[in-house]
């Protein structure tokens, strides 16, 4: 026997699953009969995983997320479990020095199947996982690095619908909100998308006098060249 101090709860499955990161421990608070009352609750022990007791896990569909932390890189695990069997992988197997320790930002989405992680070492880049199932097997599992400017500070992440926001801070302007749109296809009259950071539509002003056009932009620009 040893104790548990539990930190984190999790709805999934009609019942809660806890996690205890120093007691490397995960548990279920079910009810005897199914339906989870006061009076007929019991916790119990489903498996014994080290987790983050930095950031909590993600419910995400079918699966908990959770993180475990290393000496210079973070773990990310995928939790199943139904009232038979318990399923835990590792997802960052394949990649085990991929993402950095420690995690500061973790989201998810539901619509999207899709994690975003970002390091306290790295505060300009987002660690995103995709993942998708057919049915009861996963078709795809990657793992890619998004950076940011280097002078951008992300400050908080999360997925609302289709959208991630991203709560950033820069010299100048301070503080500003950021919106990724996941299911946009394409750019104005291109069949393609732009991947560009601030993508901002402007119209230019053309100074016949000194043969120069000037765009006036919502932001600072990293660079003082001429163009």
């Not at 005897?32 to 007791?53: E, F, H, M, Q």
């Not at 993180?67 to 394949?94: K, M, N, P, W």
């Not at 280097?150 to 992440?157: D, P, R």
């Not at 801070?169 to 749109?181: C, E, S, T």
């Amino acid at each position: 026997n040893r104790v548990a101090f539990l930190d984190f709860a999790v709805p999934f499955n009609q019942q809660l699953t806890l996690f205890s990161a120093r007691g490397g421990v995960i548990q279920e608070l079910r009810g005897v009969d199914g339906v989870l009352t006061p009076k007929n609750a019991i916790i119990v022990d489903r498996a014994a995983y080290t987790n983050s007791p930095y950031v909590g896990p993600l419910s995400v569909g079918r699966s908990i997320f959770f993180l475990q932390d290393r000496d210079t890189a973070t773990g990310v695990y995928e939790y199943q479990s139904d009232t038979e069997q318990v399923r835990c992988d590792e997802i960052t197997a394949h990649v085990p020095s991929y993402v950095p320790g420690r995690i500061k930002l973790f989201a998810a989405s539901d619509n999207e199947q899709m994690l975003a992680l970002v390091p306290e070492a790295d505060q300009s880049a987002l660690y995103v996982y995709r993942f998708h199932y057919a049915g009861p097997d996963k078709v795809m599992s990657s793992w890619s690095k998004w950076r940011l400017s280097e002078a951008t500070n992300v400050l908080g992440l999360q997925f609302i619908g289709n959208k991630l926001y991203l709560l950033c801070y820069r010299a100048d302007p301070k503080v500003f909100l950021q919106v990724i749109d996941m299911r946009k296809l394409t750019d104005s009259d291109m069949a393609f998308r732009l991947h560009l950071d601030s993508l901002y539509e402007a119209t230019g002003s053309y100074n016949t006098y000194t043969d120069i056009t000037t765009w006036t932009l919502p932001f600072k620009v990293d660079s003082d060249e001429s163009w």
